[in-house]
């Protein structure tokens, strides 16, 4: 169905309070696939709640933090189920609740609900305490100090608290930072109904019709219901499925790269999507021929290394892999990742390089996890995301070659299963005696851990490589916990002929090791603040930031280029630019109007 995508003629018709009659606006937390305890509200309510807290606020600032701030207390204040008393929030839009696809651990001694303590301050709600995770379970973002609090006021006018703001998503991951994309959301959620409708009626209008008494009567125009998604101060937006088969048309994408992407829900425990249209053929070879053509000893194919620092070859890691950090194409695809998680803005810190990977008969990777485990607190780095730590939060897998169905070279989910019914799985034993039967595993040491992955990747969830396609899993739950149910494994390559090619892009919730504002673990923070920061990753990787400090008037109005490609806006008053560059690398800053180089580095 195209009618989702908007005009701006379309926009630009009528007031926008009118565009939110017939409205209301279901209100969900990050990742979970059922609303929370608040009735639906009115779109026209919602609006003028909205202008009026900005008169009284006296702001005529138009950011995207003043609107998540004004938002978050309309909300915060709209009437809600009163919390039971030692009750946890959890049914009036609270404190998140657990998970219910927790894999491998318990929830017992968990805080899943934390932050601001509502019952004290008078008319907040148990939202207010999602929002703000607290001060020990927020990660400072590049942004943080551009939040803009929310102040409550405590009983009897004893004190005021401030309290950081929600920021909010469709239901596709489109950012929602204006009351403008409100209205934009809006509409194109009535185009939907309009056009869902319509299929309905078999495309035809349905005429009024007399009734018995005479009356005219007309077809009502059914509400229309927006599906907003609250996510807390310091975390990252997470798509929220429902069932095996769900689709999720990211429009916003379109406007962005000119490509109709979507996901594609392959599982729910885990968390898995097919990515669809979201690279091509042509792309995918020339990350290979890149890949192949590489000649430095940090980025070039090589037998694949495992672990947080350094080179460390993995016995059950047999694949071959190297980084593109500064292709065009990589460069493209990395941005495009980004924006399809729902990141409205890019951050280099928030992203490893594109890792290609290469796998040749019999060569494999055992099942693992991409969070990074620091289980004894060795690390300079805070990984540890439930806090405030940073660490992959995502991975979106780029297969660029096809393999047949008896070619293996999946990429297998153990702890998930195929979408089938429960009397038709298969157990792990049950496949490796069918594998055995059959022969086709003969050329596999018996017992092997690879002759056991094939047994996995035969009876658990698996993805199987086609040229172009692409997926992504979370390796973290909404609020920072780590996915159990995430470990997967690169299946055996089984083809004499075909080679399996691939790429992955980790994402990250926040700065990166080695990045400006990455956390340090505590133990380690008086030792770090009297430390210069760490300049080389362990791949030989600069950190550099650049910032226009705006005293030049040569330099208003300019973007940065990493070679002749555009990177970032640069003029004056724009936010610093920080990347991962290397030797060799070439930065310009050129003019906006003619693309003149005014500035190499």
């Known amino acids: 169905m195209g009618a989702y995508a908007l005009d701006n003629k379309q926009l630009r018709q009528g007031d926008e309070e009118s565009s939110f009659a017939g409205v209301t606006i279901s209100l969900y937390r990050n990742g979970e696939p059922n609303p929370c305890g608040i009735d639906p509200l009115s779109g026209v309510d919602i609006y003028a ?10 702001s005529s600032k138009k950011t995207k933090y003043h609107f998540d ?8 204040h709209n009437p809600q189920p009163t919390p039971t008393p030692g009750g946890n929030g959890y049914d ?17 001694g968990k805080q899943w609900g934390r932050g601001l303590d509502y019952s004290i301050y008078e008319g907040a709600s148990p939202y207010i305490s999602f929002c703000d995770m607290g001060e020990e379970h927020t990660v400072l973002m590049p942004d943080h100090d551009k939040l803009v609090p929310v102040v409550v006021s405590k009983s009897g006018g004893d004190g005021k608290q401030e309290s950081l703001p929600c920021h909010y998503y469709t239901r596709e991951g489109f950012r929602i930072s204006s009351m403008k994309d409100l ?36 077809p009502s125009t059914p509400t229309t219901d927006l599906k907003i998604f609250a996510v807390p101060a310091g975390r990252v937006f997470m798509f929220a499925p429902t069932y095996v088969g769900e689709v999720f048309n990211l429009h916003h994408m379109k406007d962005q790269y000119q490509r109709d992407v979507s996901l594609v829900v392959l599982s729910l425990v885990p968390r898995v999507f097919d990515v669809l249209n979201f690279f091509d053929p042509d792309e995918s070879n020339t990350i290979v021929a890149r890949a192949l053509a590489e000649k430095s000893e940090t980025h070039r194919m090589k037998r694949s290394s495992t672990g947080a620092s350094g080179y460390n070859v993995n016995s059950q890691r047999t694949s071959d892999n190297g980084f593109d950090t500064n292709g065009a194409t990589a460069i493209a695809v990395k ?28 060569t494999a990777y055992i099942p693992h996890l991409d969070w990074i485990d620091d289980p004894m607190g060795k690390e300079t780095h805070d990984y540890i995301t ?11 897998l780029l297969y660029m070659s096809d393999l047949d169905d008896s070619d293996g070279g999946e990429t297998v989910f153990t702890q998930g299963w195929p979408d089938q019914p429960e009397k038709d799985r298969i157990s792990k034993n049950d496949a490796l005696a069918a594998l055995r039967e059959s022969g086709e595993v003969d050329f596999l040491k018996r017992n092997s851990w690879q002759e056991t992955m094939v047994a ?11 040229n172009a396609r692409a997926v992504l899993f979370y390796s973290q739950h909404p609020n920072g916990e780590e996915d159990q149910a995430s470990l997967h494994g690169g299946c055996p390559v089984l083809s004499e002929v075909n080679t399996k090619w691939a790429a992955n892009l980790w994402a990250w919730n926040g700065p990166r090791v080695g990045y400006p504002g990455s956390p340090i673990n505590p133990k380690f923070a008086d030792e770090e603040k009297n430390k210069e920061k760490i300049k080389t990753s362990a791949d030989g990787s600069q950190q550099v ?14 973007d940065i280029y990493f070679e002749d490609q555009f990177w970032a806006d640069f003029t004056h008053g724009s936010p610093q630019v920080s990347v991962n560059t290397f030797d060799g690398h070439t930065w310009n800053i050129k003019q906006k109007s003619d693309k003149k180089v005014l500035l190499t580095w």
């Open 386 to 396: 439930s806090k405030k730590g940073t660490n992959r939060f995502a991975t979106i």
């Open 456 to 466: 996995n990747c035969r009876s658990r969830l698996s993805v199987r490589p086609h």
């Open 49 to 58: 709640a909205f202008h009026k807290v900005k008169k009284e606020r006296k």
């Open 335 to 362: 941005r495009r990742c980004m924006s399809a998680l729902g990141f409205d803005e890019y951050h280099e810190s928030y992203t490893d390089g594109l890792q290609v990977l290469r796998y040749n008969k019999t």
């Open 183 to 218: 209205e934009k959301a809006v509409l194109a959620a009535k185009n939907q109904k309009a056009a869902e409708k319509e299929e309905e009626d078999g495309g035809g209008q349905q005429d009024c019709t007399v009734g018995s008494d005479g009356e005219e009567i007309c």
């Open 92 to 108: 009036e839009c609270g404190p998140e609740r657990p998970p219910s696809n927790i894999v491998g651990k318990s929830n017992n």
């Open 69 to 76: 701030s004004i938002l978050t207390e309309v909300i915060g």
């Open 545 to 558: 930031t650049f910032q226009n400090m705006g005293k030049n008037p040569a330099f208003k109005d300019v």
